[in-house]
């Protein structure tokens, strides 16, 4: 089941996987993927996100555990008959076959007449804006056009289920952020259910409609990106997606939804408690640079504040990016819009701080 | 931008054209890079290519025939090769073959002849011994006629330039002296014999050392003067020994002797076959089509170019037979060593370096004792053979010829090749990553749709370089085939080898090598054609 209860077409149920049969690299993976779902794979190298794709693709088997798909368990299904269209971080692209031939084989194989094929070839091209160079060869392409390409191959056997495998990795930067979008948008045309793995939490956070996180082979976080970035539940989150900065200290009072956090250096902050539930507790607090505050004007009476000191003022022009020393810790910033009426903070200076007590989390330590 | 909006020439900094601006700067680099090739560059050229070149330059080369024969070549031009030649042709080979006699030529002529005529090597060497004897009856009746033709002294005053005669006559003349020289006025009245004293003059000289005034000529120059006196007018010369010469003119209406031929014929019968003149005939060009007509299992006759005898037709044979082999232990190389090279490729770095020592393990060891190790192996008592009588595969009255035939050398030499297989289709392989075929399965491929349509064709660029290599090495081999090639297994490299080292015919040798090497070359270009070369690669 979904979060939104309908059927899953995608289940990992209690899936292990080892290699070696010393390490579980994926351990204990439950993972519901719905229709439709643009679902992402985030997470460092080596955390278990791209052999969970490779399960999903029939390259690698589930030591443990049972994924199915559309309902049906698929352990024991080669890939070619899954039916699943996959992009690969390379492209893939058939060197020897031109891009019409590459974009033919998968429906050759699927024994599908000339005719039908070369509207399907066509349409699949045009969707991608590529349907000048249906003869030239892969290596005649830019890598742009390649991963656009290796998109229309993996997706003109419409097949309701595509994984991609860092697709973008290869790109730069501009051309990435254009094929995001136009990946994303494609998706949801096609109404396609799509599993991307990438270690980009840019890219992540602005294509999925959920992202599951990744890490030491469990999913560390299953939520929509707003979600992520606003409520990490653990600190490998909050530090994985965006900048953060933390702050050790105890739980010194818990009342509700809202707890008091003694910092090292003996100051007092307010949290949202999320991993920490009796007084006393270590905890790691969380704080985004944009949501601190430096104007007490802003901000509820109530709150505490604490004085910092200015280190290093960076220029970044839409933001200003400045580094401060707080409880004895030298690495936090915080981020300033560049606003007309906003002040530029010198090294050296004094200033206090605060923010709403729900934009800071206490986690786990 | 501004530069190719520019009209004319780009010009650099200086104003001097880019083009010749960049050659110039380039130069010193170019220069460094032939200094550095050069003295490879030169090895090559001294050590490989010059004699590669001479010995091809030998399978056209025949200037034999004419070297040693030229007075006779010259007469023959006028032969219909019909009948028997004329006299003056006969006289000519008296000239040329006392000569060559003397020199100690005919025989190595007659050799060579006798590739193209079985019998004239006889011919000549017999008729070297009796050439001698030709004209002496004339010379009997000279020096009956006038004892002063017995005379050296005489001959030489009448043939020598005056000065020549005077410097050799001196007492203090030493070995040959100088070098002869013939008067000038003797030539037009007697050509022929001032041609065979000069002949004879010079050869004394060269081969003996001895002065030419101290020597009786051969009995051929008195056969020549017989000759010039009975067709000649003397009575217009007035140079030393001239009445000498008007009453030999006088008196040679009245000589009885052996015409050339007759002498000759005497000699021996086969003189007079028109075939062994045809034959000379044929090879006086100095340059031959005739080895590689040979080499074709062809030959030139009085009615052109026909086919050997079917027993001599050995070569066109061998040419098939290698060609054929060659392919098919190219093609035992690709079969069995495809497999190999995509396991090698798949596996992980550790275990596919062991397993490409083991490849090229065999390089550790010669040549030669891997293929008798490979007779050891396969001969009727030898151990496969052993093996399968033991299991009961074979009876023991029966069994397998495995070797001394052309399995055999399709064996040893599938085994000895392998490798050069393997590794340019290892390294090619290595080069193909897995995502193809992951992406073609992705798709909907089976397995061995994946492997037929995505892996296979990435790796033909492997099995072309692989299949070169061998197939070239292969063309060419020489040492397996005549080791375990018996009678039926053997290659054309093992016939030049026998035409350089056994029965000295270098010029078919030569041609031999000439098609191979053109063949070679043919079925490059016609690979190039099918696969093309840029589809090669070694890695």
Partial sequence: MTSDGTQAFVAFDRVQKSYDGEVLVVKDLNLHIGRGEFLTMLGPSGSGKTTCLMMLAGFETATHGEITLDGKPINNIPPHKRGIGMVFQNYALFPHMTVGENLSFPLEVRGMAKSEREGKIKRALDMVQMGDFINRRPAQLSGGQQQRIALARALVFEPELVLMDEPLGALDKQLRETLQFEITNLAHELGITTVYVTHDQTEALTMSDRVAVFDDGRIQQLAAPDTLYEEPQNSFVAQFIGENNTLQGTVSKISGDMCEVTLTDGSIIDAVPVNVSAVGEKTQVSIRPERVEMNRERLADDVHTLTAEVLEFVYMGDIYRTRLRVAGKDDFIIKTRNAPDQRRLRPGESIEIGWRPQDCRALDA | ?539
């Fill in chain 2, 1 to 539: 931008m501004s530069d190719a909006t520019q009209d004319g020439p780009v010009l650099a900094a200086d104003g001097t054209p880019l083009k010749r601006s960049l050659s110039r700067a380039l130069r010193a680099q170019k220069l460094r890079a032939l200094m550095l090739i050069a003295p490879l560059l030169l090895f090559i050229l001294i050590t490989f290519i010059a004699p590669i070149v001479d010995m091809l330059f030998r399978s056209v080369e025949n200037q034999i025939v004419s070297e040693t024969l030229p007075r006779t070549v010259v007469e023959l031009e006028g032969w219909d090769a019909e009948g028997v030649p004329s006299e003056d042709v006969y006289a000519a080979l008296a000239y040329d073959f006392m000569e060559a006699a003397e020199r100690r030529n005919h025989t190595r002529l007659g050799s060579r002849l006798n590739y193209e005529t079985t019998g004239i090597s006889s011919l000549f060497r017999q008729s070297g011994r009796g050439v001698d004897d030709i004209g002496e009856d004339y010379a009997d009746q000279f020096h009956d006629l006038n004892p002063a033709w017995e005379e050296s002294e005489t001959w030489a005053a009448l043939m020598g330039a005056p000065d020549w005669v005077e410097a050799q006559s001196a007492d203090d003349v030493e070995g040959a002296g100088l070098l002869f020289r013939l008067s000038v006025a003797i030539q037009d009245v007697l050509p022929e014999t001032s041609d065979a004293y000069r002949s004879f003059a010079r050869t004394v000289q060269s081969e003996d050392n001895d002065n030419p005034v101290a020597e009786e000529p051969w009995n051929t120059v008195y056969l020549a003067l017989y000759r010039d006196l009975s067709t000649g007018e003397v009575s217009g010369y007035d140079g030393p020994m001239a009445d000498l010469l008007a009453e030999a003119a006088a008196a040679v209406p009245d000589f009885e002797g052996m015409t050339p031929r007759e002498a000759f014929a005497d000699i021996n019968d086969d003189w007079l076959d028109t075939e062994v003149w045809a034959t000379i005939e044929a090879f006086s060009d100095p340059y031959t089509a005739g080895y590689f007509l040979s080499a074709i299992d062809l030959q030139l006759t009085p009615d052109g170019v026909e086919r050997q005898p079917p027993e001599q037709r050995v070569y066109l044979l061998l040419f098939n037979r290698t060609i054929f082999m060659s392919m098919a232990i190219t093609l035992m190389c690709v079969l069995l060593g495809y497999p190999i090279a995509y396991l090698l490729s798949n596996l992980p770095a550790r275990t596919s370096n062991l397993l490409l020592i083991l490849v090229l393990l065999p390089f550790w060891t010669s040549l030669l004792v891997r293929t008798s190790a490979w007779k050891v192996l396969l001969q009727q008592q030898g151990v496969i053979n052993d093996l399968l009588v033991w299991i009961g595969l074979v009876a023991d009255d029966a069994r397998l010829a495995l070797i001394n035939n052309q399995l055999g050398t399709i064996i040893a030499m599938t085994h000895i090749l392998l490798p050069f297989m393997i590794l340019p289709l290892f390294s090619v392989m290595k080069t193909i990553p897995p995502s193809y075929v992951r992406a073609a399965k992705s798709l909907g491929a089976t397995n061995f749709t994946a492997f037929r349509r995505v892996y296979f064709p990435q790796s033909i660029p492997g099995i072309g370089a692989g299949c070169i290599l061998v197939f070239i090495l292969a063309i060419g081999y020489y040492i397996t085939p005549e080791l375990v090639g018996g009678r039926t297994g053997t290659f054309i490299s093992n016939r030049i080898a026998y035409h350089i080292s056994s029965s000295l015919n270098w010029g078919l040798a030569a041609a031999l090598g000439t098609i191979l090497l053109a063949l070679v070359l043919v079925l490059y270009w016609v690979y190039d054609r099918i696969v093309g070369i840029d589809n090669v690669k070694l890695g």
